[in-house]
């Protein structure tokens, strides 16, 4: 098993829908997890770090760890055209040094 | 977060010579990171390289092919030697939060070897 893996997608959702993106971790990464925003042609941006289980909220996103099942969600609540993109989720390895970025979830929002 | 800043932007180069990628940092961090992203996937790590010693590059990258130099807490290089249309690939630099493991990109360097 790879330590974060995403479905690659793509996934597309109609406007004001919520989108579902979800990823799987193994036990050779950290319990801290992240989301990344990629637009086309941009770098990854830091948009949801979630350390503890339970639900995490920042306006329209909320992240989900789940250490149980090892899974770790982000929901993007009346998604919208610009939320388009691709989001990657990610984990540093155990014993730090190197963070591993799953393949990434390729969204589109049709309006 | 940090401010991170690279040049070139982009750049076309020729089979056989080598490309030098800065990336600038406006506050000082401990760890910075290289990455390599082909159109369509994902982050490939390249090498780790911490200021005052040397890079730990990542099995499939050697120090001949991808030198990397990081002389203060602000600023590190990248060179692409002796490049092929393989190396053709966006090159990135991030930093790293060493408290919550939060990493912050650089704007990318897209290269192309014709």
Redesign the interface.
Known sequence: QKEVEQNSGPLSVPEGAIASLNCTYSDRVSQSFFWYRQYSGKSPELIMSIYSNGDKEDGRFTAQLNKASQYVSLLIRDSQPSDSATYLCAAPLTGGFKTIFGAGTRLFVKA | ?AVISQKPSRDICQRGTSLTIQCQVDSQVTMM?WYRQQPG???T?IA?ANQGSEA?YESGFVIDKFPISRPNLTFSTLTVSNMSPEDSSIY?CSV?DTD?????????TRLTVT
Do not use: A, D, M, V
């Open positions: 977060s990171f996937q994902s982050l790590l780790t730990t990135l790293e919550t493991y939060e990493q912050y990109f650089g704007p990318g």
